[in-house]
C-alpha cells in the first residue's frame, strides 16, 4: 500500500439493484450476497464505498433513444464507480463498459411447480423398482435355480427309495413351484431331503429374502419421491408440451439470448414468447415466482435465482438442463484502474472458498430432503455380490449331489463286483432317463408270462 498514514482512503460509488438475496434491506440497511461480497472486496483492496440502488431499478439495456438504462447507464454517466449486483456478462455490456472476472457463474433454467409437473403413474409401476436388466437377471436366475433343484434331486441317492421303481418327487414343474413359494416366502412341497439340495434350497431362500427387502425398500422410496420425477427435463420437453406456458423477464438478457440463437428449439421457445409476450413475459422476478407458484407457468430466467427460489419455496422446483452458462460480474468503466485489482480479488476469493460460504450462506434451505439424490431403478451392479453368491451356491449344490452319487457307486460297485466308473454311469443314467425305464418295468410287469 503506497499510501502514507494519515492518507483517507479512496471512496467509490457503488450501483447496485434490490434483489433477493443479492441485497435486500433489513432494518433500513442493506445486506445480502453483494453486500458481503463488497466488504470483503474493500477490506482486500483498502477501500470505503458508498452503496445506492440503481434509480430506474433495470440491470442495463440499450433504449431506443440509444442511451442506456439501469446500472449500465449510471456507469456511463459517472453516477457510480462500480456496480456491484447480479449483474450478467455480455458482449453488448463488454462494449461499453469492463467486466471483472465474474463471482457466480449460472445459466438459463426452467423453474416450475412440483405439483404441475408430477409424473403419472404408469399401469406398470410395480416394476419401476428394478431396471429391466435386474428383472431379467431375475428371472433367468429363478429359472436356473429350479433346473439345478431339479437335476441335484434326481442325481442325490437322498431322494430315491428305489429310483427304477418310483418317481422322484422333485419334477420340473415341481422344482418350479418349489422356488416360486420360495420367492414369495410362502413354505411349499416337496420338502429337500439331500444336503445337496437343501443346500440349494437355502441359497435360494437367502436370496430371495435379500431381493424382496431391496424391492420393497426401493418401492417405497420410489413412492415417497415420486413428486420429483419430472417429465420436463429439457428445453425440449418444455416446447413439446402444452400443459404450461412459459416465459421469461422481459427485456432481459434471458430474452435476448434466445432471439439471437440459432438452435432450433431456441427459436421455437423465442416465437412463443414474442408472440404472447404480452402475457408470457413478466416485469420482475418476485412477479415470475409468484406466477409459476399460482398457475401453470414455467420462469426462464438465470438458473441461481431459480435455486434460491427452489431453496426459499419448497414446492418449486428447477429442471435438470441449464443452458447459455454465464457469469456475474462487477461492472466498471473502461477507464477505470479497478477493474484488474476487482478481478485479482474475485479469484482470491474463489481459491480460499470464501465464495463458497457466501454462495451457501445466502442459498441456505430448509427443504427436507433437497439433497437427496435423484430416485433411479435398482441397476444390477448393485446387487451383483447376491447373485454371486447365489451362482456359489448352486455350484456348491451340484458338486454335493455328485459327491454323494459317487459315494453311493462306490458302495454298490464292491457288491457287484463292477468298477465305480460304470456303477456311477448307470446309477446318473437311471435317474436322468427315470421316466423311460418306469415305463418300461410296467409294462414288463403288466405283460402275462409266456
Known amino acids: 500500500d503506497s499510501r502514507g498514514p494519515g492518507e483517507a482512503l479512496p471512496t467509490l460509488t457503488v450501483t447496485t439493484i434490490l434483489e433477493d438475496p443479492y441485497v435486500m434491506v433489513r432494518n433500513a440497511e442493506l445486506e445480502g450476497y453483494c453486500i458481503d461480497l463488497l466488504k470483503a ?26 442511451n442506456w438504462t439501469g446500472m449500465i447507464g449510471e456507469i456511463l454517466r459517472q453516477e457510480a464507480d462500480i456496480a456491484v449486483a447480479p449483474l450478467t456478462v455480455t458482449s453488448a455490456r463488454e462494449e461499453v463498459v469492463s467486466f471483472t472476472t465474474p463471482f457466480l457463474q449460472t ?60 418317481e422322484n418327487h422333485f419334477t420340473f414343474l415341481n422344482s418350479l413351484w418349489f422356488g416360486a413359494g ?40 420410489l413412492l415417497s419421491s415420486g413428486s420429483e420425477q ?26 435476448y439470448f434466445f432471439k439471437n440463437s ?3 428449439i431456441h427459436q421455437m421457445i423465442y416465437e412463443y414468447m414474442d408472440k404472447r409476450r404480452d402475457y408470457v413475459l413478466v416485469k420482475t422476478y418476485q412477479e415470475a415466482v409468484q406466477r409459476v407458484m399460482e398457475s401453470n407457468y414455467a420462469f426462464i430466467g438465470e438458473s441461481i435465482s431459480q435455486d434460491l427460489a427452489a431453496a426459499r419455496h ?3 422446483i428447477r429442471a435438470p438442463e441449464v443452458i447459455g452458462a454465464r457469469g456475474f460480474g462487477i461492472a466498471t468503466t473502461q477507464a477505470s484502474l479497478w477493474t484488474k485489482k476487482l478481478s485479482v480479488a474475485v479469484l482470491k476469493l474463489r481459491e480460499s472458498g470464501d465464495l463458497d460460504y457466501l454462495r451457501n450462506k445466502w442459498w441456505e434451505t430448509s427443504c427436507l430432503h433437497k439433497s437427496r439424490d435423484r430416485w433411479s431403478p435398482l441397476q444390477p451392479q448393485a446387487l451383483g455380490g447376491l447373485f454371486l453368491t447365489l451362482a456359489i451356491g448352486l455350484a456348491l449344490g451340484v458338486i454335493a449331489a455328485v459327491v454323494e452319487l459317487s459315494n453311493k457307486s462306490r458302495h454298490a460297485a ?35 408270462n409266456a
Open 314 to 316: 419448497c414446492n418449486l
Open 41 to 66: 472486496l474493500a477490506a482486500m483492496l483498502h477501500f470505503s464505498y458508498k452503496v445506492k440502488v440503481v434509480g430506474d431499478g433495470q440491470y442495463g439495456a440499450v433504449s431506443s433513444n440509444g
Open 182 to 221: 420360495a420367492l414369495a416366502l410362502q413354505g411349499v412341497t416337496p420338502r429337500p431331503k439331500a444336503l445337496s439340495v437343501r443346500v440349494i434350497a437355502a441359497v435360494w431362500w437367502l436370496f430371495t429374502i435379500t431381493l424382496l427387502a431391496a424391492y420393497i425398500a426401493n418401492f417405497t422410496a
Open 414 to 448: 464292491g457288491h457287484v463286483k463292477k468298477s465305480c466308473c460304470s456303477v456311477f454311469t448307470e446309477e446318473m443314467c437311471t435317474r436322468l432317463r427315470i421316466k423311460e425305464n418306469t415305463r418300461q418295468s410296467q409294462e414288463t410287469s403288466g405283460r402275462p
Open 107 to 166: 445459466g438459463i433454467g426452467i423453474l416450475l411447480r412440483k405439483d404441475t409437473v408430477s409424473q403419472e403413474m404408469s399401469f406398470f409401476h410395480f416394476l419401476a423398482p428394478f431396471s429391466k436388466e435386474t428383472w431379467t437377471g431375475l428371472l433367468f436366475a429363478y429359472v436356473l435355480t429350479c433346473f439345478c433343484l431339479f437335476l441335484v434331486a434326481r442325481l442325490s441317492p437322498c431322494e430315491w427309495n428305489e429310483p427304477k421303481n418310483e
Open 262 to 264: 440459432k438452435n432450433p
Open 230 to 255: 419430472l417429465p420436463i427435463q429439457t428445453f425440449e420437453d418444455l416446447v413439446k408440451q402444452r400443459k404450461l406456458e412459459f416465459g421469461t423477464l422481459d427485456g432481459s438478457s434471458t430474452f
